[in-house]
């Protein structure tokens, strides 16, 4: 009897056309693929249910792509495998997990905060249909991990790309050139966009005024807030469309025709104020209006800030007074009801002093908040509870 032998190997190298097959969900709440180039996890005990909300045990699988010609708008590096993921039609995880991509470790350190993953449903990267995931960076591991859903189609894409654009308002001659380390990577993982967002004139818009809800939907988008799919018209001025407001909720600085790109597609600008609102991180005026075009004020914005982070507030006011008057020059313009806000927030190093004179800083609560001083404090909130 002939004797025939036989070789199996098990591939671990990402290649085209590599395919890792998971017949269900496993309980212990992570998926490995390709040597952990790709990495889904979710919740211990996490089901996959259909479009009626019923489990499922359907398989997942994962197939590697050749490199597409095609990139997305202002990313024009690919910076990972293409990665497939299939489920079967209208399947997805009950609770979101994270997916996480190896990036190639030869990018530079200081630019790795410009990675972001991105979601095709066709692998074409340079139509209209993709959406950015965005994620955060880890640089000694050389990953990017982002929230991650099952889009409810049979399969996706997933890869990773570099941004690559100038924005001249962050030229070393600027006035906002010492934002370009915070707004940059915001800009750069979906969480905040150019305005107006039809510009072309490679101006980010840092140094305009912020509006309330700009700053509101900033600071759930990043911290990755479940958003509220049924709104109850919680505000009296705040609706569903732009047209419903005039077109006047980012003032002059919004352009209608392009429709809501600063926010996602799926979700309208009072879903996003509603959200903020039941999880006590903004507040309605007495007369029930959000007032959603109106600029923050430095002091406004630090109550909002202190609410998002769960910091520990002062409850003596004049104690907190006592301790703004010996950090700020202009601590009495601050108001007894933001002052509690503001000195947590100093501490926490979220918010910073401007200056005035020498060696001094003032605080200038009433001053309009900046783009750039918004997005730059966010940012330091999401690095501190490592979201970015």
């Known amino acids: 009897m002939d004797i025939v032998n036989f070789q199996i190997m098990y591939v671990t190298t990402p290649v085209p056309g ?3 097959d998971v017949p269900s969900l496993p309980a212990s709440g992570k998926i490995e693929a390709f040597n952990r180039t790709v990495t889904l996890t979710y919740p211990r005990g996490d089901v996959l249910v259909d479009g009626s909300g019923q489990i499922t045990n359907s398989s997942v699988a994962f197939t590697v792509y050749d490199p597409p010609t095609t990139r997305p708008d ?12 299939s489920v079967p039609q209208a399947v997805y995880l009950l609770q979101p997990g994270q997916l996480t991509l190896s ?3 030869n990018i530079s350190a200081a630019v790795a905060d410009q990675l972001a993953i ?11 249909d993709n959406y950015i995931l965005g994620g955060r960076t880890d640089v000694r591991n050389h990953t990017v991990t982002a929230p991650f859903q099952f889009n409810g189609k049979t399969e996706g894409y997933y890869a990773v790309f570099l941004a690559d654009r100038v924005f001249k308002d962050f030229t070393s001659q600027s006035e ?8 940059m990577p915001m800009w750069a993982k979906g969480l905040v966009e150019p305005l107006p967002i039809d510009r072309t004139d490679n101006n980010f818009g840092a140094g305009n005024n912020i509006n309330r809800l700009e700053f509101t939907t900033i600071l759930i988008k990043g911290l ?5 799919e049924k709104t109850s018209s919680v505000f009296s001025d705040v609706y569903a469309t732009p047209e419903g407001n005039n077109g006047s909720y980012f003032g002059s600085n919004y352009s209608s025709a392009n429709g809501f790109k600063i926010y996602d597609q799926s979700h309208t600008p009072v879903q996003y104020a ?3 609102a039941r999880y006590g991180i903004i507040a309605g ?5 959000f007032k959603p075009a109106n600029s923050l004020t430095r002091q406004e914005a630090a109550v909002i800030l202190a609410r998002a982070a769960n910091l520990k507030l002062l409850s003596d006011g004049d104690k907190a007074k006592t301790d703004l008057e010996r950090i700020f020059t202009d601590a009495s313009a601050i108001q007894p009801w933001a002052a509690p806000s503001i000195l947590a927030a100093y501490r926490a190093r979220l918010i910073a002093g401007l200056p005035d004179g020498d060696k001094k800083i003032k605080f200038a609560p009433n001053d309009p908040l900046t783009r750039a001083q918004a997005i730059t404090m966010v940012y330091r909130l999401l690095e501190k509870q490592k979201k970015i």
């Open 103 to 105: 990036y190639d470790p």
């Open 224 to 228: 990755g807030l479940p958003i509220i």
């Open 74 to 85: 202002n990313y024009h590096f690919l910076a990972s495998q293409v990665i497939q993921i």
């Open 285 to 289: 005026y007495p007369d029930g209006t």
């Open 18 to 20: 590599l395919t890792y």
């Open 274 to 276: 509603e959200t903020a």
């Open 118 to 128: 991105w979601y095709s449903p066709d692998n074409d990267w340079s139509d209209d």
């Open 176 to 183: 906002a050139a010492w934002a370009y380390s915070s707004v």
